[in-house]
């Protein structure tokens, strides 16, 4: 196995120690984490993970951190606002840059810090590239199957785990998807967790938008049906200097499908400034029903898994509370199910929210 390469660490403006870790040669790309899933020395056990890094460190010195309040970052912290993270990330870029200017790249919730940190240090960031974000987090955070899944965590930490990093991972990763739910469970605490995707929901930097100079990728994938591809197009038109990417394939994830051209194409991109073609969008399709649940109960699954009580079930479809119950054990029995918990986990799994 590849040698994790050694944590040093950086200090934030209220004092917050982050986890640092730098691999590979070459002009620094500074990877912002996605928090709060950040788990730098545990990302290197993911075969997935690592063969992405090794291709972009060829060509590029990549610096990766844990975001605060997660993985080998401090822990015990209280201010997790969109201020304090771009703070995590000036002290990064200090750190690693050397008073060079860098590159960015920043994944799901990362993607505010990055366009915020370009748009307030102009003169720093030479490219950036963004993948399944927005300028306002609630976009790429509202699709039910995300609700669902965050859901889980009020629920069952150790269930979320698992089917959160399967479904990013896609549910025949195996291994790769094992060492993603792992690193999930260590990186981070529910409480800090969801404290995190709070703050990120109600993140909105699309006031600084139009203050972001850098040449800018916006990445999405041409069958990615947690955010709409209108919202990746609309971050593009919006930048002064964006182009939207289409990439080929369905898991929202940068790395999982054909991690090399990946990593490839961003150090071509990160190095040379050469912006990728990608296909046109492909339409969404609906999900096939699963499990052999009746029209009723796939409706029923699909309000349980987005967080809705039995009661506020009846209200929505017109139905007895008696009837909803009725529902719920004939859909527990066919798709086995112990619980809510398990049925959230399973609508995710299927696509059916």
């Keep these: 196995m590849t040698r994790r390469p050694p944590i040093t660490y950086a200090r934030s403006q209220d004092g917050v120690t982050l986890a640092v870790t730098a691999s590979g040669t070459g002009p620094v790309l500074v990877e912002a984490p996605w928090v709060p899933f950040s788990n730098v020395r545990r990302g290197w056990d993911n075969p997935l993970l690592r063969a992405f890094h090794e291709e972009l460190g060829r060509r590029l010195e990549v610096v990766q951190y844990d975001g605060r309040g997660t993985g080998h970052s401090q822990r015990d912290v209280t201010d997790l606002s969109l201020d304090a993270m771009v703070a995590d990330l000036e002290a990064v870029v200090d750190l690693a840059g050397r008073g060079d200017r860098v590159s960015l790249l920043g994944q799901y919730t990362a993607v505010p810090?990055?366009?915020?940190?370009?748009a307030r240090h102009p003169g720093r960031v030479d490219r950036i590239a963004v993948f399944a974000g927005a300028p306002r987090g609630w976009l790429a955070m509202s699709a039910g199957e995300t609700q669902a899944l965050l859901s889980l965590m009020e629920k069952d930490w150790n269930l979320f785990a698992e089917s959160a990093a399967h479904r990013w991972m896609g549910w025949a990763a195996g291994?790769?998807?094992?060492?993603v739910a792992d690193a999930l469970r260590d990186a981070v605490s529910p409480h800090i967790a969801r404290a995190t995707l709070q703050a990120a929901s109600a993140t909105d930097v699309t006031g600084e938008i139009p203050a972001v100079e850098s040449a800018t990728l916006v990445l999405h994938r041409t069958g990615m049906s947690q955010i709409p591809v209108d919202v990746a197009r609309a971050l593009a038109e919006d930048l002064p200097r964006g182009r939207l990417s289409l990439l080929p394939g369905s898991q929202p994830a940068l790395f999982v499908d054909d991690p090399?051209?990946?990593?490839?194409?961003?150090?071509?991109?990160?190095?040379?400034?050469?912006?990728?073609?990608?296909?046109?969008a492909a339409p969404g399709q609906s999900p096939a029903a699963a499990g052999g649940l009746s029209r009723r109960e796939l409706e029923v699954l699909r309000l349980v898994a987005a967080g809705e009580s039995n009661g506020a079930v009846a209200r929505r479809l017109g139905?007895?509370?008696?009837?909803?119950e009725r529902h719920l054990a004939n859909i527990y029995r066919k798709i086995d199910a112990r619980g809510r918990a398990d049925a959230t986990a399973y609508a995710v799994r299927q696509g059916l929210v």
């Excluded at 810090?113 to 370009?118: E, I, P, Q, R, T």
């Excluded at 991109?269 to 990608?278: A, C, K, S």
């Excluded at 139905?319 to 909803?324: A, E």
């Design 175 to 179: 291994e790769a998807g094992q060492a």
């Design 113 to 118: 810090h990055v366009l915020a940190y370009a």
């Design 260 to 280: 090399t051209a990946v990593a490839r194409m961003l150090a071509d991109f990160f190095r040379d400034g050469i912006v990728p073609d990608g296909p046109a």
């Design 319 to 324: 139905l007895s509370p008696h009837t909803v």
